[in-house]
């Protein structure tokens, strides 16, 4: 298994064993990493990296089929979610996810995000889900 993916299947299994809700597949539109060019609060632009994100890059999201991660610059530990409910919207996606620093130094929490993507280019916000625990 791939080096990255060993982390994340692992955090994925741990999440879905003690979350009540199942893990999701993220859609394959959204595979890859893509790269924060510009942001204005809760939204972000973000490019489809042709291989990785460039290191100066504010914020990074890594996304793959069980989940993704989501690196912030200047920080080594990035942040892993695990989508527990994705719905169609509009041009893209709401994911509701479950997340925690990949580390476990932090507690796991619910976090959501629209992902609406546009070939290489999309828009990424981020909002607070109602808790259905």
């Known amino acids: 298994m ?3 993916l060993k982390p994340l299947a692992i955090a994925a299994m741990s999440i879905a064993i003690l979350a009540p809700a199942s893990a999701m597949e993220m ?3 959204l595979t890859g990493q893509w790269c924060q060019v510009a942001s204005s609060g809760k939204f972000g632009d973000y490019i489809k990296a042709k291989h990785f994100c460039r290191a100066d890059r504010s914020v990074a999201f890594d996304v793959h089929s069980i989940g993704f991660w989501i690196k912030l ?3 080594k530990t990035r ?3 695990v989508p527990i409910k994705i719905e169609p919207w509009a041009h893209g996606w709401n994911v509701a996810a479950d997340c925690g620093a990949e580390d ?5 929490y619910r976090m959501g ?3 609406e993507p546009d070939t290489d280019k999309a828009v990424i916000s981020r909002w607070k889900p109602q808790d259905e625990r």
């Open 104 to 108: 476990l130094s932090t507690a796991v």
């Open 73 to 75: 610059a200047n920080i």
């Open 79 to 81: 942040i892993i979610c």
């Open 113 to 115: 995000f629209t992902f």
């Open 2 to 4: 791939n080096k990255m």
């Open 27 to 29: 859609p394959k539109a």
